[in-house]
């Protein structure tokens, strides 16, 4: 099942930016998409962890992780911002080309990003969300699945994502796009109380 839909117009990032606050949407191809509900605190507490892994291994250089909500606007060739119909809010957000930031999020393909699947996204950020990475170029994607404790990691190759692969939530993994960082999947995935 996919997220809802605002309505069955086509939208740009400047009507986006009009909308009043309260309520979040994420556009693709110019489809306004309705974000779930917050997360639980099984998805944040992860969140949390990959980001604080992140920021630390990345502290020292020109790289920056932002985490959702993070305006990310995917412009096709010669799109002006307002002309934007993508803009997504990943989970997590990796960019090392600091002119790629500016006072609204960021413009262009991230370096990395990372999505915490839950039930009410799962589907969405797969299918939709995955070929908007893909025609954005961004390097690398990871999909971290809790409940199955497996990651699944797209790296694009001559502009396309093949198969992931598949790793489970064990030990520790790298991103090709960003190797000084090393996930230690115990610690993100360690749940308040031993248990």
Same mark, same amino acid.
């Given at each position: 099942?996919?997220?809802?839909?605002?309505?069955?117009?086509?939208?740009?990032?400047?009507?986006?930016?009009?909308?009043? $606050?309260?309520?979040?949407?994420?556009?693709? &191809?110019?489809?306004?998409?309705?974000? #779930? /509900? *917050?997360? @639980?605190?099984?998805? %944040?507490?992860?969140?949390?962890?990959?980001?604080?892994?992140?920021?630390?291994?990345?502290?020292?250089?020109?790289?920056?992780?932002?985490?959702?909500?993070?305006?990310?606007?995917?412009?096709?060739?010669?799109?002006?911002?307002?002309?934007?119909?993508?803009?997504?809010?990943?989970?997590?957000?990796?960019?090392?080309?600091?002119?790629?930031?500016? $006072?609204?999020?960021?413009?262009?393909?991230? &370096?990395?990003?990372?999505?915490?699947? #839950? /039930? *009410?996204? @799962?589907?969405?950020? %797969?299918?939709?969300?995955?070929?908007?990475?893909?025609?954005?170029?961004?390097?690398?994607?990871?999909?971290?699945?809790?409940?199955?404790?497996?990651?699944?990691?797209?790296?694009?190759?001559?502009?396309?994502?093949?198969?992931?692969?598949?790793?489970?939530?064990?030990?520790?993994?790298?991103?090709?796009?960003?190797?000084?960082?090393?996930?230690?999947?115990?610690?993100?995935?360690?749940?308040?109380?031993?248990?």
């Amino acid at each position: 099942m996919g997220l809802p839909l605002r309505d069955r117009e086509r939208h740009t990032y400047g009507e986006y930016l009009a909308w009043p $606050d309260g309520v979040r949407y994420e556009l693709i &191809d110019g489809d306004a998409y309705l974000t #779930s /509900p *917050a997360p @639980a605190p099984q998805h %944040q507490r992860l969140v949390g962890e990959l980001f604080r892994q992140i920021a630390d291994a990345v502290q020292d250089s020109h790289c920056e992780v932002f985490v959702a909500p993070f305006d990310v606007r995917l412009p096709r060739p010669g799109q002006s911002d307002e002309e934007t119909d993508t803009v997504v809010q990943p989970d997590l957000t990796i960019v090392c080309d600091p002119a790629k930031i500016d $006072d609204r999020g960021c413009r262009g393909a991230p &370096d990395w990003v990372i999505e915490v699947l #839950s /039930p *009410a996204t @799962a589907a969405h950020d %797969q299918t939709v969300k995955l070929a908007a990475f893909e025609r954005a170029g961004v390097p690398e994607c990871w999909f971290v699945h809790p409940g199955d404790r497996t990651v699944a990691v797209y790296g694009l190759t001559e502009g396309r994502y093949g198969r992931p692969m598949i790793a489970e939530l064990e030990g520790s993994l790298a991103p090709h796009a960003l190797p000084r960082v090393v996930i230690d999947w115990a610690r993100a995935t360690h749940r308040p109380g031993g248990a």
